[in-house]
């Protein structure tokens, strides 16, 4: 199919229902931890929404105005903070929207809904320029989205293109599956050791002592400079995922401007504003943070797996929240805070003996951003020339 059969509509005209969401009041308990996924605009940091992290009852969907989005709908991030506005997801389930996340339901006749994902995944920077341009707030509105253009050839067309992108993308899920498999083993190994004690006996043995969390693991605080940062890679406290140890990806050096602090490969790395939110990651690379994130290293580095995992637990994650600072946003405090949480310390042979079954498993978890960060280059690469038609499906998949 040439360029020229590709045909320009206004989004509205393409799709049957476009709708933001709400929220349940969040002081009324019997409205919260229910059945039903509930997404935020946060969440849209994922491009593929499997689940979410926060779920209403049946009372609070009916006493509130969100709203259903299906499976297959696109949802869109209208606000939020930092980089959230004009992120783009794609639904694998079905779901209540905050009042900050817009709903899209392609008209499958003549749209197709992959097709649809991939087109406004792609104009990240026009979303948040328009809702700049024509909002006070900076957020975006459905009557912005409705009057976007969007160019598209033929249904057979946009469907191949959408199955060409999807590929890559189902290639990603997968490494990151096998990534959340990895890391169940590891942190059920720890927990059989060093929580139940099963291989010595189901109680903890003599030998060992119990120690605060700071007697094998120190705070860095290597602070940098806007100038001196060099080409290091962008680690910021919004691309730690949530409760998971591998990181995925990282951020243009050009967007650390300033708090600044290094890190070196091996280095934990846990997020300390809000830390509820559970980022733990082991660091892949030498790179940059800010001081929202504690930059943590083992004072003995065959502690590295035993100190990561342990401050992957939901328990250290929920001391840590206890001894924050702060109400409206709360920090995590190392001295006279997580620094004290009590921990088994075992000997250096157990620790060497667990350090050689469960490392191994960790190494892949780092190694896999080289792999998830090739496949997104290319689908990136790919993405612009088929949805502008500029090469056609046969040279995208030679």
């Known amino acids: 199919m040439s360029l020229s059969d590709w045909k320009e509509y206004k989004i509205a005209d393409l799709v049957e229902i476009i709708f933001s969401g709400g929220t349940p009041n969040t002081k009324v308990n019997e ?51 930092g980089y959230t506005r004009g992120q783009v997801s794609f639904l694998n389930i079905d779901t209540f929207i905050n009042q900050s996340v817009i709903a899209i339901r392609a008209n499958e006749k003549v749209l197709d809904k992959k097709f649809l994902f991939y087109n406004l995944s792609s104009r990240y920077e026009e979303l948040r320029a328009i809702s700049d341009s024509n909002s006070i707030r900076g957020s975006i509105t459905t009557k912005m989205v409705k009057s976007m253009n969007i160019r598209i050839p033929d249904l057979n067309t946009q469907r191949a293109i959408a199955n060409v992108l999807s590929s890559i993308d189902d290639k990603i899920e997968t490494s990151k599956q096998i990534n959340h498999h990895l890391e169940q083993m590891a942190q059920a190994i720890f927990k059989s050791w060093f929580v139940d004690f099963e291989p ?94 504690f930059v943590l290293r083992p004072f003995n580095k065959i502690y590295l797996e035993y100190c990561l995992l342990t401050c992957n637990l939901k328990s250290s994650i929920e001391y840590a929240q206890s001894t924050s600072k702060g109400s409206t946003m709360p920090y995590a405090v190392w001295e006279n805070g997580l620094a004290e949480l009590k921990i088994p310390i075992p ?51 030679k």
């Open 200 to 293: 010595f006996g189901g109680k903890m043995p003599n030998d060992w002592t119990i120690g605060k969390l700071s007697d094998v693991l120190k705070l860095i605080k290597n602070g940098i400079n806007d100038k001196d940062k060099q080409k290091l890679p962008y680690v910021p406290i919004d691309i730690l995922p949530m409760h998971s140890l591998s990181l995925n990806s990282y951020k243009s050096n050009d967007e650390a401007k300033s708090s600044l602090i290094t890190f070196k490969k091996n280095d934990i790395l846990l997020g300390a504003m809000r830390v509820y939110f559970h980022r733990v990651c082991i660091s892949p690379f030498t790179g940059i943070t800010r001081s929202t994130c």
């Open 31 to 81: 409205f919260w931890n229910g059945s039903l996924p509930w997404l935020s605009s946060g969440e849209t940091k994922n491009r593929y929404i499997n689940s979410t992290e926060k779920t209403i009852t049946e009372s609070g969907a009916q006493n509130s105005s969100t709203r259903l989005a299906l499976s297959g709908d696109v949802v869109m991030a209208s606000a939020g903070q």
């Open 347 to 397: 000997t250096e042979k157990v620790i060497k003996n667990f350090s050689k079954i469960v490392s191994p498993l960790i190494k892949t978890l780092q190694d896999s951003i080289y792999e998830i960060e090739n496949l997104q280059n290319l689908r990136d690469t790919l993405l612009p020339k088929l949805l502008s038609g500029e090469i056609s499906i046969n040279q995208a998949t």
